[in-house]
């Protein structure tokens, strides 16, 4: 009665069934090259990132100058002298003046 079983069986089967064709083992030999690319990209990624996002805080900055004048005047920031020009400038823009020596009508 088994062996009638197992003929039923076998005859009931389609004959691919069990069979995988070259096309799927070569796809899933390139997913795991794949994968292994992808693997090998984000470890070199991972090393580049740092531990800590913190900024590195080691207290304030001490400024040493480096001749004693400094110390009871100190250097100008660069572009103090350019703020200091444009501070004294005149702040209203002025119109064209004439150069014939006539007063502006504007005068009266």
Known sequence: MTRSL???????LPE???????????????L?????LLV???TTHLKRVPRNFAP??????VVVPDTPAELVDPAPAP???????????????EGPRRD?????ATQG
Request: hydrophobic share 40%.
């Open 6 to 12: 197992l003929l039923a069986a076998e005859q009931q």
């Open 16 to 30: 691919d069934v069990g069979k995988s064709g070259p096309i799927g083992a070569l796809l899933t030999v390139l």
């Open 32 to 36: 795991f090259i794949a994968i292994l």
């Open 40 to 42: 090998k990209s984000m």
């Open 56 to 61: 590195e805080d080691d207290g304030p900055r």
């Open 79 to 93: 572009g103090q002298d350019l703020l200091d020009t444009l501070r004294q400038a005149p702040r209203a823009i």
């Open 100 to 104: 014939d020596g006539r007063p502006d």
